[in-house]
């Protein structure tokens, strides 16, 4: 009897036990903290590439720049300082400019460095002392020279003749010196250059060019010249034809003339008196 209550007592428990089993309720999951991603903040560049010119020799002042006096080259400076605007970015603001004063090699080339050839410190600066600005004016065929030339550029100056320059006189058994204008006869014609290796200071575009090409002046070049090359070009110009040609020279000549033999060189000029004869002076009396 007693072993009976045993075994009852046993299932009881067992029945208990597999009861709470299944009604126990599962744990409710624990969820896992949020971890917060840290925000990233995008810092604003402090700086910038800009390209700026370079002097690519010692340029002394007075130079009219070319681009072979400088290049461009890249370099870094701080967003929002004044040397974005100090230096030169663009070959427009720099070439046929006038250095103002001496420029190192490897110096950037600031804009207060150089002055623009529209600006009066232009001219001041690029006319060498004892030398004079000339206006040589160019016609509808001479064009191309306002597209090829530049402040800086140099040009030839010729003179358009007959080669048939010496005639015997009606009265005189000799010959003498004569300047004939060009021929009718194509194959007597030469040119000759009487300057040459002389510096294009600006030039000024002053109608638009036609296509028709007919002889219109379009502009005119501003040239520097000497005393002597005026006197010599100006009296030309007076009675014969004149051309422009860019120059052979790699090099501003001071001399233009120098190709010119020396009585070549003097002419127009003489020291002879303008009246050769003494003339007889008529008083006339009156009351």
Known sequence: MKQKK???????????????????????????????QPVQVKEEPKTEIITVAVAKRDISKRKILTKDDYYFKSIEVKIGSNDKSKYIDDATEIDAYVAKNNIAKDAFIENSFIASPNSEEYLLLAIKEGNYMFPFKLDQIDSYLLKNLKGGDLVDLYIFYSDDELSKSNTKNYKEDRLVSPSDDFVKNRIKPIIVGKKVLYIDLENKIEQNFQRKEVGQVQLELSNQEIKLLRTLMTNSTVMMYPSTYKQNIDDGLRLLNDKEKKWPLTDKAIFSKKKQLNLLKGN
């Open 6 to 36: 045993i075994i009852i007592l046993y299932i009881l428990m067992l029945v208990v036990g597999l009861a709470l089993l299944f009604t126990k309720s599962s744990p409710e999951p624990v969820a896992e903290p949020i971890v917060q």
